[in-house]
T-cell receptor, first 116, second 110 residues
Framework: GAVVSQHPSRVICKSGTSVKIECRSL??????MFWYRQFPKQSLMLMAT?????????EQGVEKDKFLINHASLTLSTLTVTSAHPEDSSFYIC????????????FGPGTRLTVL | EDKVVQSPLSLVVHEGDTVTLNCSYE??????LLWYKQEKKAPTFLFML????IEKKSGRLSSILDKKELSSILNITATQTGDSAIYLC??????????FGKGTLLTVNP
C-alpha cells in the first residue's frame, strides 16, 4: 500500500516550453500533496503545498505563476513548469499525505527535468 | 527557527557491520519524526515515531525516539551493499510540512 506515482519520470524540453508533471496517490486518498525540488547532493526543498479543491500554498521565493499547481481530485495533483529555462532543470518530487495517517508523507519516484 | 540535524553526514562501512545514524531536532509543538531512505530516486518511507522509548523494527532496521534528548537513532544491523543510500530524518512543523535534515550518506562496501 501507500504508493505514489509520478509521470513522466524524465523529460527533456526546449527553453520556453511548458512541462506538466502528474502526481497520483494510487491506493489512498490525499487531500494534501506536496511538491519538492532537489538539487544534486542537497536535501529536498519544499516548493508548495497542494490542497484538493483550493489554491496551493507556495513557499517563500517560489514563483506561483511559474510553477502552476492544480489539485483536481483526492488522488491527483499536477505541477506545470511554465516557460521553462535551463535553471529550472532539477529533480522534482511530489509527496502525498495519507488522509488516514496524518504526518506520514509518501513520496513519488520523482521527475528529472532537463531544459535545453 | 525549527531545525533537524543529522550525523554523521557520511559513513563508509563494510558488509556485515552495524551502523547507528543520529537525528536531533528543535521544533515547536513536536508531533512525530520520520525516517526515509533515498537511493537514486525519491525517498521511501521507513518509520514514523511518535512515542519516546518505543522501538520500531523492520527487518534489520530499527529506530527509537528520545523526546528528552530531542533525538532519534536509526540502527542497521548486518549491513548489506543494498543498504547504501542517503537516510533522511524529517520532522513535521506547522501543519503538514516536513523539515528535513541534510541526510546521512551511507556507503556499504562488499
Amino acid at each position: 500500500g501507500a504508493v505514489v506515482s509520478q509521470h513522466p519520470s524524465r523529460v527533456i524540453c526546449k527553453s520556453g516550453t511548458s512541462v506538466k508533471i502528474e502526481c497520483r496517490s494510487l491506493d489512498f486518498q490525499a487531500t494534501t500533496m506536496f511538491w519538492y525540488r532537489q538539487f544534486p547532493k542537497q536535501s529536498l526543498m519544499l516548493m508548495a503545498t497542494s490542497n484538493e479543491g483550493s489554491k496551493a500554498t507556495y513557499e517563500q521565493g517560489v514563483e506561483k505563476d511559474k510553477f502552476l499547481i492544480n489539485h483536481a481530485s483526492l488522488t491527483l495533483s499536477t505541477l506545470t513548469v511554465t516557460s521553462a529555462h535551463p535553471e529550472d532543470s532539477s529533480f522534482y518530487i511530489c509527496s502525498a499525505e495519507d488522509d488516514s495517517y496524518t504526518d506520514t508523507q509518501y513520496f513519488g519516484p520523482g521527475t528529472r527535468l532537463t531544459v535545453l | 527557527e525549527d531545525k533537524v540535524v543529522q550525523s554523521p553526514l557520511s559513513l563508509v562501512v563494510h558488509e556485515g557491520d552495524t551502523v547507528t545514524l543520529n537525528c536531533s531536532y528543535e521544533v515547536t509543538n513536536f508531533r512525530s519524526l520520520l525516517w526515509y531512505k533515498q537511493e537514486k530516486k525519491a525517498p521511501t518511507f521507513l518509520f514514523m515515531l511518535t512515542s519516546s522509548g518505543i522501538e520500531k523494527k523492520s527487518g534489520r532496521l530499527s529506530s527509537i525516539l528520545d523526546k528528552k534528548e530531542l533525538s532519534s537513532i536509526l540502527n542497521i544491523t548486518a549491513t548489506q551493499t543494498g543498504d547504501s543510500a542517503i537516510y533522511l530524518c524529517a520532522v513535521p512543523y506547522r501543519r503538514y510540512k516536513l523539515t528535513f535534515g541534510k541526510g546521512t550518506l551511507l556507503t556499504v562496501n562488499p
